[in-house]
């Protein structure tokens, strides 16, 4: 089995609308797919409607959450999307994103960047809209020539000139929240440094007796001698291990399928939620 546990879609900061990535990833060989998009369940049923068959979804989303000043993200997945205490802090952090981009809009016209609120939701359409899609707007101006060039301290990098905070989530209260809602709580990319400042190994044993299920090893921002100190600290606090391709269609250099999970992973994974189940394909509309 070929197992791919984070993707993004159109819902959130992803290029391919739910339905197309559901036919990617079976195209791409896999048998399950999880749709994990930033802060929102909306491409679920799109993708669901259009799963192919002999591929599986599972239903996920990926909090945006801060510990000590540090952003990081929890991965959810198999959660009751109607959990009513879930839900509100998932609509209070998707509804902070829209004052937030406008603030860094703000900040880059102050700079001496031409971009406008209005180039922004086009290139952000019906998704939660991020800082991708204001790194896309400076993309589309010239002003950096890709989107991983917009996240420095020049511009919308933590901490960075057009840099606004937004409301995160505690990552201990996020743990509390997914599990509640009978999810599965896995740390997104731990050892990312490039995007930042990373969560101490202390603050992830922390979390681990709080109920984190797993960090998310094998990823494409985590070199080798990072996957390896991770998965040593993974078999030490008892978590699961994934990987996966944080797939963003063309917004990102990654592919489907470019790291899996272990399918024993996979098992204990669904063995855990009570939320919801994995979704067999069924042939799409």
Known sequence: MRIDLHTHSTASDGTDAPA????KAAAAGLDVVALTDHDTTRGHAE????LPEGLTLVTGAEFSCRLDGI????LAYLFDAEEPALLAERELVRDDRVPRAQGMIAKLQELGVPVTWEQVARIAGDGSVGRPHVATALVELGVVPTVSDAFTQDWLADGGRAYVEKHETDPFEA???????GGVAVFAHPGASKRGRTVPEAAIAEMAAAGLDGVE???MDHDPDTRARLRGLAKELGLLV???????GSRKTCVLGEYTTDPEVYGEITRRAFGAFPVPGA???
């Open 20 to 23: 197309e990535l559901v036919r």
């Open 47 to 50: 993708a669901i409607a259009a």
């Open 71 to 74: 952003s990081m993200h929890m």
């Open 175 to 181: 743990i509390r929240l997914i599990k509640g809602a």
């Open 217 to 219: 090893v094998d990823h």
């Open 242 to 248: 994934t990987g996966s391709s944080d797939y963003h």
């Open 283 to 285: 042939g799409g509309v």
